[in-house]
């Protein structure tokens, strides 16, 4: 309801201000998804429509030095209730002086470096259900103080209000097998989504590497997914613990070599454990003498809970290979596999764009698994192979 | 590089002396450093960029930049380019440390993201935003770039113009020389070309409609390249330059590239 309101009051300031003064862009989008099998859990969706949209509003005043940001967004599901819904991805005030930065609000931020997962990126909850490869983001409640140094930049942060993961409903697919039943979360803190999380980071670049340090206190942004009942059916109730982590991601640029890595270490009375990612991207420039870039992405994933992780990537590799076209309609595509070292399981996706005329973009996606072992955390997708295709307009 | 520079300012009054004197690389360089002197001092500079995609069929796609830049003694400029159309890459920025040997430092901002991601920038022959132009022709024109020879003087329309041969010295270059038509007042040029690996000709470079601001630097209203190989073009029409903006540092560092609107 609070959220509600708050919209209302930042639409109507932003009706209030002068309309040249405001920065206006954003999309709709339309998505089907198809896929080639019948579900695991009959109660789960067939092929599946919906839409989305994501407003974007922008103003600045003060010569740039001040700034408001409003980005509501919000999806329509045929079939997934729990896929069917809405967020402000950021509403913030932002304040830029000569060597300083403040940001109060609800906003968005990206730490690291690699492709195949974002180990040391923990400010921002994925919003799940939006995409299982966990690149969206929902907005957090933040006031960040950057201070800008010769020797770097040292963002902290104080985050009230923690937000909860998104998890495909009872009909929602792909999804988990069973279900995670939301209403069953439980929080290490007495004071749950109330705890206030606290995070530093340090970031810089020396000549050809660009590095960053992160320090973390709060509530884990990934629960731990136990086993319950609700009204007899088995599910997966969230536990979201206390933490401590550390993260480094360094990158090195050297010609056509990108080297990256990412590490943490994660402290909690519940899980105790250090994960990374680790690799390289090469990049073939102007292939077979066209305009056409090819780079092959390798990565190693790791977490030292062994098949214990609750991710599906403890001793993984990634492979993958991105197409940039350098086209008027900047046509790309990554094809990409990540298999486990010691099973016969693996996923392969592929993502592809290409823009139409000046303002509509289309999207390929397509997942397969190959589910062909012990790795559990797979088995549950076994069925959901998918394509999805996505027309949206950009104004 | 400063001390380089004196040397050659001195070899450039050495050579308006004894022009006779000299060979034509010589001469060459002494016009690539004269032109490089007159455009020092500008300080720092906002323009807007409306880029038009043209392919064989003559079908136009169109793209709108807001760039700023700013002038580093001693080595490359720095540069910000935020894209406003097409509307599905609005707000990603492109910031470019440039070197005149070492590797450009680049950095692109995407916005979806959120992601600052640091890009190789050995790719120098590659397309900048899918148009004819290659990043290496949009970079900051450094005279160690490029070793010279002075070919001939000549008259290119109403214009009395040097005509010079330049060899890219990075190995990663697309080219194998330039040919360039220089005004002989302006000291800016008003026509290239540009010869591929195997020495055929790619692409032809011409400019238009200079101005003149803070009553000494000249600065093209377009910039139009042809493309004689797959017969597309890209015009790039400047607007709205702007000098004594008081960028700084701080303009183009990578938290700028964040809140580039």
């Not at chain 1, 030292?304 to 590799?317: C, M, N, Q, V």
């Not at chain 2, 005279?143 to 190995?171: A, I």
């Amino acid at each position: 309801m609070s959220r509600l309101r708050a919209t209302v009051l930042c639409l109507l300031l932003a009706a209030a201000l002068p309309a040249q003064a405001v920065s206006w862009r954003g999309f709709v989008a339309a998505q089907e998804r198809l896929f080639s099998d019948e579900p695991a859990d009959p109660r789960q969706h067939g092929n599946n429509f919906s839409v989305s949209a994501q407003p974007e509003l922008y103003h600045e005043w003060a010569d740039g030095k001040q700034s408001l940001t409003f980005v509501p967004f919000a999806r329509l599901d045929q079939g997934d209730d729990e896929r069917t819904h809405a967020d402000i991805r950021e509403l913030a005030w932002g304040y830029v002086a000569r060597d300083y930065e403040w940001t109060v609000g609800i906003s968005k931020v990206f730490w690291g470096v690699t492709e195949s997962q974002h180990l040391v990126d923990i400010i921002n909850q994925t919003d799940l259900v939006e995409e299982l490869d966990g690149e969206e983001k929902l907005g957090q409640p933040m006031v960040n103080l950057s201070l800008i140094r010769d020797w770097g930049t040292v963002g902290l942060f104080v985050l009230p209000g923690f937000r909860e993961r998104t998890f495909a409903g009872v009909h929602g697919r792909p999804r988990i097998i069973p279900r995670v039943e939301k209403e069953l979360t439980r929080y290490e803190s007495s004071r749950e989504q109330k705890h206030v999380d606290y995070a530093v980071r340090w970031s810089h670049y020396f000549g050809d590497m660009d590095i960053g340090l992160s320090w973390f206190h709060g509530t884990s942004r990934d629960p731990l997914l136990f086993p319950a009942t609700d009204d007899g059916e088995i599910v997966l109730a969230p536990f979201y613990q206390i933490i401590d982590q550390a993260g480094l991601d360094v990158q090195l640029t050297k010609g056509n070599w990108l080297w990256k890595l990412e590490a943490i270490n994660r402290d909690g009375d519940y899980a105790k454990f250090r994960a990374a990612t680790g690799g390289f991207e090469y990049t073939f420039y102007g292939l077979f003498d066209t305009p056409a870039d090819l780079g092959l992405v390798m990565e190693y994933l790791y977490d030292s809970r062994g098949e214990l992780a609750t991710t599906p990537f403890e001793d993984d590799f990634l492979t993958g290979l991105r197409f940039t076209f350098n086209d008027a309609q900047s046509t790309d595509a990554l094809l990409g596999a990540i298999k486990d070292k010691h099973d016969d399981s693996f996923l392969i996706t592929l993502e592809a764009n290409r823009r139409l005329g000046e303002s509509w973009k289309m999207s390929l996606q397509a997942s397969k698994f190959v589910v062909d072992g012990l790795d559990q955390s797979l088995k549950s997708f076994a069925e959901d192979d998918f394509v999805q295709l996505e027309l949206g307009y950009y104004f | 590089m400063k001390k380089r520079k004196l040397l050659l300012i001195s070899l450039l009054s050495l050579s308006l002396n004894t022009a006779w004197a000299l060979t034509p690389e010589e001469k060459g360089l002494a016009i690539a450093v004269k032109a490089d002197e007159l455009d020092t001092g500008w300080g720092d500079q906002k323009q807007e960029l409306e880029m038009i995609l043209r392919n064989k069929q003559g079908q136009e796609s169109k793209r709108n930049i807001r760039g700023r830049n700013l002038e580093v003694t001693g080595d490359g400029d720095k540069s910000l380019s935020i894209f406003d159309t097409p509307a599905d890459v609005k707000g990603t920025a492109f910031l470019s440390f440039t070197h005149a040997i070492k590797p450009d430092d680049q950095w692109l901002y995407l916005p979806a993201l959120k992601r600052v991601k640091r890009i190789a920038s050995k790719n120098k022959s590659g397309p900048f935003m899918g148009s004819e132009f290659a990043f290496e022709d949009m970079s900051s024109q450094e005279v160690e770039k490029y070793t010279y020879k002075w070919l001939r003087d000549e008259k290119l329309g109403d214009n009395d113009v040097y005509v010079l041969e330049r060899f890219p010295v990075d190995k990663h270059s697309g080219y194998t020389r330039q040919i360039v038509w220089g005004d002989k007042v302006m000291y800016q040029p008003l026509k290239v070309e540009f010869y591929d690996r195997k020495n055929s000709l790619l692409k032809t470079l011409t400019f238009e409609g200079y101005k003149q601001y803070l009553d000494k630097f000249w600065r093209p209203d377009r910039m139009m390249m042809i493309n004689h190989q797959n017969g597309k073009s890209t015009d790039l029409i400047f607007r709205n330059y702007s000098f004594n903006n008081g960028l700084t540092d701080r303009d183009f560092d990578r938290n700028s590239l964040k809140r580039a609107r």
